[in-house]
């Protein structure tokens, strides 16, 4: 007989292969067998193909025969190395991983298999929805009496639903009851206001927690619509743990809770937001533009997270389809980034309202996105200051050059002008010598100047006599008068 090496059953067949109680993997599990009297052990006979691992021959079944004794190698195949596909996450897994579900005989990762209930989480789901089904079906409208309830444990034990689960989901019942949304007090109006603006606009943990409690209070003490919205949707951005347990053990009639259930299992890395999705489809299929907004998030999220365009582009195509006016009313904001998000993309010199970036960045989960978008801003800003000073050093260093060379041609200028005014004074000598004559004057060529450079003698200007001038005009004028009185006058004036 074999044991079952997860839960200790020890009645299983030796050919079984699965536990018959928890649905282990029992093949690779040895049958011990013990014999009257001990034999020396022989040395194996291993083939080329066999491995061995301590004292386990690791082979394909082989027959060996000899002097009339048969030898049947019954060890099992090894599966260490065989994969198969979970049946709830969808991910590929090993074989000595998983575990056959008793119930729907599907082999799921042991991470998916409820050691209590002894099945899988979709068989738990499903066991809980119809327990749900049944409860909403029992109680009605009517309190819960005596045989109501004596109803609801005999079938939470037909489904197997544990104790704490079947008290959450009839506490949620009775603290839920489905009915139209209650109106807010003026009050509990300016306490939603507050507490959703502290939400959109908390950059920081304190202020996001300050504003769940609050919207937590209202959620307890009232059955409006919108503080319901807001309460299921903060819960899922500020304590996505805490309402991914609340989505799976608490299966109320609200619907806030089923629609942003996938937002928890993305906040948390959870490959089961898109069994979230479909779950909500199932339920509240009627609601149909509501939930290809949510199918649109879900594609978003996943997109952003890990930068598949595919993810994006399906979301683009799905939000297409969605029509605002059959939109439930707290949605339309979030309708209404969506479409600028697919119109205009992410531009980080945009202006956003704050529901807008608490939209991108808590619903879409596009805060990879948007670093990334910074750090290649910055990337660029970088690059373009770096170019500004390669071009201002180029600037200064043609500038340099072209001093340089203005100064050489300056000096260059002199040189020349010095050489041609050396050699017109050297042929003026030499012309001067030819012809005999004698240089100027010392008091002639201290009263002449150079011209532009040259030595070339300009006569000088000599002083005005001043004093001779003014005394020949004084003579004339002394001359003029006496003509004057010489003249004689006219008749007229006789």
């Known amino acids: ?13 030796d050919t079984a292969r699965f536990c018959h109680k928890c649905g282990c993997d029992c093949a690779a599990v040895q049958v011990k067998r013990t014999s009257a009297a001990e034999e020396p052990e022989a040395a194996p006979l291993v083939g080329d193909k066999n491995l061995i691992n301590e004292s386990t021959i690791i082979g394909k079944q082989e027959k060996y025969e000899a002097s009339n004794i048969t030898i049947h190698n019954n060890i099992t195949e090894d599966h260490s190395h065989t994969t198969i596909v979970c049946a709830v996450s969808g991910k590929r897994i090993y074989l000595d991983h998983s575990v056959v579900c008793p119930k729907c ?24 929805e119809e327990y749900r089904a049944f409860v909403v079906r029992t109680t009605g409208a009517g309190p819960l009496d005596a045989a109501c309830k004596q109803q609801l444990d005999a079938e939470a034990q037909r489904l197997q639903i544990d104790a704490a689960t079947q008290a959450s989901i009839l506490r949620a019942r009775q603290q839920k009851p489905a009915g139209k949304s209650a109106e807010l007090t003026s009050v509990q109006r300016a ?6 603006s502290r939400l959109i606009t908390a950059t920081e943990p304190e202020p996001a927690q300050k504003s769940l409690e609050a919207l937590t209070v209202l959620h307890e003490n009232s059955s409006n619509y919108e503080a319901d919205y807001w ?17 799976e053990e608490e299966l109320t009639d609200d619907y806030w809770q089923r629609y942003w259930g996938f937002l928890g299992y993305c906040n948390t890395g959870s490959p089961k937001g ?26 978003l999220a996943r997109g952003f997270d890990a ?6 582009g399906r979301a683009g195509e799905l939000a297409s389809s969605v029509r605002r006016e059959y939109l439930s009313k707290p949605l339309v904001p979030v309708y209404d980034t969506l479409q600028r998000l697919v119109r205009e993309n992410i531009r980080l010199e945009e202006k956003y309202t704050p529901m807008e970036t608490f939209v991108f960045v808590d619903v879409f989960r596009a805060g990879k996105y948007i670093e990334y978008l910074c750090a290649e801003q910055a990337r660029k800003e970088q690059e373009a200051r770096e170019a500004e000073a390669r071009r201002e050093q180029e600037a200064r260093e043609a500038e340099a050059k072209l001093e340089r060379e203005r100064q050489a041609a300056a000096q260059a200028l002199r040189r020349k002008q010095a050489e041609m005014s050396a ?24 009263d002449s100047k150079a011209f532009a450079g040259y030595e070339t003698v300009v006569p000088g200007t000599k002083k005005r006599n001043w004093g001779k001038t003014i005394l020949i005009v004084v ?8 003509l004057l009185f010489l003249i004689p006058a006219p008749e007229s004036l006789q």
């Open 105 to 128: 005989g599907k082999q799921v990762a042991l991470e998916y298999y409820v050691e209590a209930s002894k099945r899988c989480e979709n068989c738990e789901q499903q066991a809980r």
């Open 307 to 312: 930068f598949e365009t595919s993810m994006l």
């Open 191 to 196: 306490e939603l206001e507050a507490a959703v």
């Open 231 to 247: 309460y299921f949707l903060a819960r899922a951005v500020v304590c996505p743990e805490e309402s991914v347990k609340a989505y």
């Open 274 to 299: 898109g069994a979230a999705v479909d779950r909500l489809r199932s339920v509240f299929g009627q609601r149909e533009d509501d939930i290809r907004l949510a199918e649109a998030i879900y594609y």
């Open 475 to 482: 003579v004339c004028l002394i001359a003029l008068i006496g």
């Open 1 to 13: 007989m074999k044991t079952c090496p997860k839960c200790g059953y020890d009645k299983l067949a």
């Open 423 to 446: 050699d017109r004074s050297k042929r003026m000598e030499q012309e001067m010598a030819r012809l005999g004559g004698a240089k100027p004057a010392a008091t002639q060529q201290a």
